[in-house]
Every structure is written in C-alpha cells, then in structure tokens.
C-alpha cells in the first residue's frame, strides 16, 4: 500500500460500512500517507502516527474490524440438546462438551 503511494478503498468496505466508515479509511490512509511523505513514523505501531490519527479522529486500525459472525468458521452442534456454538478456532469435540447440557459436540458446519 505504501509502496506504491496508492490509496485503496475497498468498495466492499463501502457497500458494507457506509459512507462513515469510508471517510475513516481515507483519513486514516492520509495520515500513513502524510507521515511517510515526511519520513515519520508512519506505521501503527508508531507514536507519530498516533497522535496524528488522534488529532484528525481517524481509526487506528486500516479495516473496520469483522464482527464475530463474520470470522466464524465451525459450527458445533451439541448431539443430545441440538444448540449450535459458533466458533472461529476448531474445538476438540472429544474434550469439549456442551455448555448446556454436558453433551457430546459433532461439527456442523466446516470452514466456508
Ligand atoms: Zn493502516
Ligand atoms: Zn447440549
């Protein structure tokens, strides 16, 4: 992104976060943009960068973070009660049981 001094809107991120959400891309963009033009720090981590994040109210972070939903990637299923649990990392279904009733878990849904 740097390298090339380009700055990349996602029209995902537009469709999907609307127009707000777009602008703080774009000042947060600016503000790697401006810093790196003027040799400062210009990565997150970076105490120049921020403070000038916090100055014009950009995000700290390039990409609105996903929501939970989104990042899910197996859903286990509890064999006895049937409830679903949502989850980003695998569960061992030979250790882990049901929150609810104690039992045993099957996958239901792998990685999309
Ligand atoms: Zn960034
Ligand atoms: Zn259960």
Redesign the pocket.
């Known amino acids: 992104m740097l390298k090339s001094h380009h700055i990349e809107i996602n029209y995902k991120q537009f469709e999907k976060f609307g127009k707000q959400a777009v602008i703080d891309i774009i000042k947060?963009?600016l503000c790697?943009y401006h810093l790196h033009l003027e040799s400062k720090g210009y990565q997150?981590r970076d105490k120049d960068f921020k403070e000038l994040s916090k100055q014009v109210g950009a995000p700290r972070?390039?990409t609105p973070v996903q929501s939970y939903a989104e990042r899910v990637n197996y859903v286990y299923q509890c064999k006895k009660c049937g409830v679903k649990f949502p989850r980003i990392r695998k569960v061992d279904t030979r250790r882990r049981v049901c929150g609810q009733c104690g039992g045993r878990l099957k996958l239901a849904e792998g990685r999309k």
């Open positions: 947060h963009e790697h997150h972070y390039c």
